[in-house]
């Protein structure tokens, strides 16, 4: 059993920078692959970004692409999603989650674990 734990969120203005962290433990986190999801106030959850378990591979959503950077440090077993230039729609509770079959990154449905959440909110 792999457990997930988000932290890092806050209140921001537009424009700040802000980082999010999901430690993981259990036996498989390693190995596994590691999304960030977000949802927003009234809207369906949606990919952010993710990463392969050996942390050479990423992907992101257009609409971050430029602006977050995911990573991973297997010595701390700990993802780590850097978002820069955050604006108004970057409003969220965002989701770290864990995919013991790596095969389709942007898929909700197919990642096994998730943490409960950190909000971050951009104001103007």
């Known amino acids: 059993q792999v457990h997930l734990v988000e932290s890092g969120g806050g209140l921001v203005q537009a424009g700040d920078s802000l980082r999010l962290s999901c430690a993981g433990s259990?036996?498989?986190?390693?190995?596994?692959?590691v999304g960030w999801f977000r949802q927003a106030p009234g809207k369906e959850r949606e990919f952010v970004t993710s990463?392969?378990?050996?942390?050479?591979?990423?992907y992101y959503a257009d609409s971050v692409k430029g602006r977050f950077t995911i990573a991973r440090d297997i010595t701390k077993n700990t993802v780590y999603l850097q978002m820069n230039s955050l604006k108004l729609e970057d409003t969220a509770v965002y989701y770290c989650?864990?995919?013991?079959?790596?095969?389709?990154?942007?898929?909700?449905?197919?990642?096994?674990?998730w943490g409960q959440g950190t909000r971050v909110t951009v104001s103007s």
């Open positions: 990463i392969d378990w050996s942390g050479s591979s990423t």
């Open positions: 989650a864990a995919a013991r079959t790596f095969r389709t990154p942007a898929q909700s449905t197919r990642y096994d674990y």
């Open positions: 259990g036996g498989t986190f390693s190995s596994c692959g």
